[in-house]
C-alpha cells in the first residue's frame, strides 16, 4: 500500500502563493490533486500523467495552478499563484496504483489552504 503525504499547505492572503508537495511511498501512475471546501463536494483540481508529463486543470485554476511531478523523487507539487478566498480548502494528493487504472486508488490526508481576504 502506497502512502501519499502532502506538505505546504497554511495560511496565506489573496493574491499570493504557496507550493504543496505529495511525497509517494512507493511507485505510482498518474497523479493529481482534489480539494474540499467547507460545505461543498469534493473537486478536480489537477493531474498529470507519469510518462508523458500531460497535465489537466480545472476551469477555475487554470492559468494560476500549475503542476508537476519529479518521478525520480515520487513527488508530484501544486504551485497555487494568484490565489482566491474561494480556493480555501482541504487539498488532498491522489495516485494510480498502475498505468491502466481508471480510479485513483491513492488518497493522503490532506493539507489545509486557507486564503484570506
Known amino acids: 500500500q502506497v502512502q501519499l503525504v502532502e506538505s505546504g499547505g497554511g495560511l496565506v492572503q489573496a493574491g499570493g502563493s504557496l507550493r504543496l508537495s505529495c511525497a509517494a511511498s512507493?511507485?505510482?501512475?498518474?497523479m493529481g490533486w482534489f480539494r474540499q471546501a467547507p460545505g461543498k463536494e469534493r473537486e478536480f483540481v489537477a493531474s498529470?500523467?507519469?510518462?508523458?508529463?500531460?497535465?489537466a486543470y480545472a476551469d477555475s485554476v487554470k492559468g494560476r495552478f500549475t503542476i508537476s511531478r519529479d518521478n525520480a523523487k515520487n513527488t508530484a507539487y501544486l504551485q497555487m499563484n494568484g490565489l482566491k478566498p474561494e480556493d480555501t480548502a482541504v487539498y488532498y494528493c491522489?495516485?494510480?496504483?498502475?498505468?491502466?487504472?481508471?480510479?485513483?486508488?491513492?488518497w493522503g490526508q490532506g493539507t489545509q489552504v486557507t486564503v484570506a481576504s
Open positions: 491522489v495516485a494510480r496504483s498502475s498505468i491502466v487504472s481508471a480510479s485513483w486508488e491513492y
Open positions: 512507493g511507485r505510482t501512475y498518474d
Open positions: 498529470i500523467t507519469w510518462n508523458r508529463g500531460l497535465t
